[in-house]
């Protein structure tokens, strides 16, 4: 009944115009009729519960049956968030300052609460923090989050401060050298999956952002993105950008992507791992992890992560995706 409830409500919201925007997209780079395509479309939105952008996506009109059983699709990944994450504890993650209350000692970093902090408190921040992140409290996707240089600002930074909508100041994070000679320009961090169940938490799936010449490595911004292999931290695919150019080696370091370890990864496994028992009742997160000399640290947690990044067609070995993994951590069996 969920599935049939969620099939029509999508039905109902649907861009139609972009959906046929979508199947000419697939028609022109298969060849395939578009008769066909639209008849296909409809087929994987009721048995793989693949909406038109899954199916363009992830190149679905070329894989067999058995391939496509093991994409993790919208309605898919939605049904896991609505069953093993409970809304009522989302706000614990979600809020950049119950996030920092929560997970204080993970993110191994200074921050301050504008709403309470005082102008001395300020003060006393932004001496030991000249450079520092101002981050909206209710912020998502990266928006509205500003990096202040206090000796450049012009005005007063308290009053600007307070005016502004809630927010947390955080201390700057500096990355690993090996993450640094990948790409300086931006902090290129590890977007790791994790499903908790009881006391038990295990890693699902795990990727790397890395910017391409912009100081942020958001994949929607400039950046790329790659699989992190789970067990060992290295990367075996090269990496993509949303233009779908792959990269071996960084174009502007020249650093290999391919077959680079991403640097203690065991401890970045640790930390996800231990995390994913602070909030338990929040199953699923997508945890943001920076790699620092000194070790992991936690930028923020996103209780409602994607499914696309981390099962593009080309980080796919046989076509297989990621909901596999998912079912074995979850223990559902077929």
């Known amino acids: 009944m969920s599935k049939l409830k969620y099939l029509f409500r999508r039905i109902l919201e649907m861009n139609y115009k972009q959906m046929f925007q979508k199947l000419n997209e697939v028609h022109e780079k298969s060849g395939k ?5 639209f008849f296909d479309m409809v087929y994987c939105g009721l048995v ?18 058995a391939q496509r059983k093991t994409v993790l699709t919208r309605g898919i990944n939605n ?26 000692e993970f993110m191994h970093r200074d921050w301050l609460d504008m709403d309470s902090a005082s102008r001395e408190e300020l003060e006393a921040f932004v001496a030991k923090h000249p450079v520092f992140m101002q981050k909206p409290v209710d912020g998502q996707c990266g928006r509205g989050i500003e990096k202040i240089n206090a000796a450049e600002f012009d005005g007063d930074l308290f009053e600007h401060l307070k005016n ?29 999956i994790s499903f908790t169940q009881g006391s038990t938490t295990s890693v699902v799936a795990a990727y790397l952002r890395i910017g391409n010449g912009r100081h942020v490595d958001n994949f929607n911004n400039g950046g790329m993105v790659v699989p992190i292999e789970e067990d060992c931290g290295k990367i075996i695919y090269p990496a993509l950008d949303k233009h779908y150019n792959l990269y071996d080696v960084h174009p502007l370091t020249g650093v290999s992507i391919k077959g680079f370890q991403v640097p203690l990864w065991d ?21 943001d992890v920076c790699v620092t000399d000194n070790g992991p640290l936690l930028i923020e947690g996103n209780d409602f992560p994607g499914h696309d990044i981390y099962q593009l067609p080309p980080h796919r070995t046989d076509g297989i995706g990621v909901l596999p993994k998912f079912e074995r951590a979850m223990g559902i069996k077929h």
Request: net charge positive; hydrophobic share 40%; proline share 5%.
């Open 33 to 37: 009729c578009k008769l066909f395509i």
């Open 48 to 65: 793989y519960q693949a909406g038109y952008m899954d199916y363009w996506l992830f190149e679905m009109y070329n894989l067999n049956r």
């Open 79 to 104: 049904s896991f968030i609505k069953r093993y994450n409970d809304p009522k504890y989302m706000p614990e993650i979600e809020n950049k300052l119950k996030f920092a209350r929560n997970f204080s």
């Open 164 to 192: 502004a909508p809630h927010c947390v100041l955080e201390e700057c994070v500096v990355q690993h050298r090996d993450l640094m000679a990948l790409h300086p320009c931006s902090v290129n961090t590890c977007r790791v």
């Open 267 to 287: 401890e970045v496994l640790d930390i996800v791992k231990k995390a994913g028992q602070v909030v338990p009742q929040v199953g699923i997160v997508g945890w």
